[in-house]
């Protein structure tokens, strides 16, 4: 395991959380790494989105999980003395039938792994997972066409999918853990602050800290909407919670490896 308390104990300059070309990122690993080691990283992970048992356009497929082995241990090789590289995944949660406790996820020498909720099941047909992670637009025609625009049941569902995936296990990391509150805030002004969502996101909290998990403060969509993963308000408590908090930009280019580090780095008073 990634001794991560002692990495960021000495290291303002990391990033265990990005996307390249093997699954939505837009770039090759070789140039996150070379942007890494020119920003005078010291470490720097790689998280594709990983397989799932169904079609996506944003995860990677199995039959591509070789080759992203054997490119990670090609950098290695080359730019392994100016920056430590790691390998991992962003394995998704998917109920029973998939995630990061799944034995398949044994088979790959992953350094460390992170494990998100992005799908839900569809209120229509619960045997179909829709992916609730995209853009607010997106959002919207989603809720309409598989939650029947029940928002509140939305926000459960995936606080209860995350429930069922910390208790699962298989994975070091929670990332972004209350990423819902960024679509169903705009859906519908106001939500987080009401009793039931507290009462859900404190429930989460609570099950993070009892499993001694490392969270995640992703920093993807501060410079853009102002939103950090979990949200500012809940830094203080984050602070005091003595747990493992990593900055990570969930990069899927190269020139956002620091997008929202230092800035969420200043809030924590880490800076
Ligand atoms: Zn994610
Ligand atoms: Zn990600």
């Not at 996307?19 to 920003?39: P, Y």
């Not at 990677?60 to 995944?89: P, T, W």
């Not at 069922?164 to 939500?191: L, V």
Request: charged content about 25%; glycine content about 6%.
């Amino acid at each position: 395991m990634v001794d991560f308390k002692n990495i960021i104990a000495k290291s303002k300059l990391y990033n265990f959380h990005s996307h390249t070309q093997f699954c939505d990122g837009h770039a090759a690993m070789e140039d996150f790494v070379k942007e890494a080691v020119s920003e005078g990283f010291t470490d720097y992970g790689f998280s594709p989105h990983s397989p799932i048992p169904f079609k996506s356009s944003c995860n990677m497929s199995k039959e591509a999980v070789n080759d992203y082995i054997a490119e990670y241990k090609r950098l290695k090789q080359l730019y392994g003395e100016k920056v430590n590289l790691y390998l991992s995944m962003e394995i998704d949660y998917l109920g029973d039938q998939w995630g990061a406790s799944n034995e398949y996820f044994d088979s790959l020498p992953l350094d460390y792994r992170i494990s998100s909720v992005h799908f839900i099941p569809s209120f229509v047909d619960n045997k179909m997972y829709i992916d609730i992670d995209g853009n607010f637009p997106a959002f919207v025609q989603k809720m309409k066409l598989y939650f029947n625009d029940d928002i509140r049941a939305v926000v459960e569902s995936f606080y209860n999918q995350s429930l069922k995936m910390i208790e699962a296990g298989g994975f070091d990391i929670i990332g972004h853990f209350d990423k819902i509150g960024h679509n169903a805030s705009h859906f519908k002004n106001g939500i987080e602050e009401e009793d039931w969502y507290r009462l859900l996101f404190k429930q989460l909290f609570e099950a993070i800290m009892d499993n001694h998990l490392i969270i995640e403060i992703n920093t993807k969509a501060y410079v853009e909407h102002n939103r950090f993963f979990p949200n500012l308000k809940y830094f203080d408590m984050l602070k005091k919670s003595g747990a493992i908090l990593l900055i990570n930009s969930d990069a899927h280019r190269p020139s956002l490896i620091n997008s929202g580090r230092f800035e969420a780095m200043r809030f924590l008073d880490l800076d």
